[in-house]
């Protein structure tokens, strides 16, 4: 199937833009490209998330979202093991529940909004 339009970058809200920015720039090996209290964006050189502040943001927890979730995020990692203990290191936490850790984590951003780290294969 052919597009009409091809994917410019994703926009997550934040309540801190410009620490999100740092903490997935971590996770990524990405570069801060624009660092705002309002605003902060990464990118690689093709890709790029950005992060728009929005008053009075949580994210929703795991499992027991109080709001509902809106985005999750999966990254790929060779050693799960490796890959939680770089991500609590920036700032991530690690919920209790864990659904099947052997094959990913669920970890969450420290805006409280879960992303997981799985293996590639």
Known sequence: MSGFATLAMINLDAS????????YAG??????????????????GS???GFGQVPGYQGPGWPAESAPKRYHL????DDLDKGE????A???TKPAEQPQPDRW?????PSGQ??????KS
């Open 16 to 23: 801190d833009p410009a620490g999100l920015a740092r903490f």
């Open 27 to 44: 996770v990524l090996g990405w570069e801060v490209l624009h660092a705002q209290d309002e605003y902060a964006m990464i990118g690689d």
């Open 114 to 119: 879960p992303f997981d780290i799985c293996l």
């Open 74 to 77: 999966d990254f790929y990692v």
């Open 105 to 109: 984590r669920v970890l969450l951003d």
């Open 90 to 92: 920036l700032g991530a």
């Open 85 to 88: 203990e770089q991500a609590l």
């Open 47 to 49: 890709t790029s998330i």
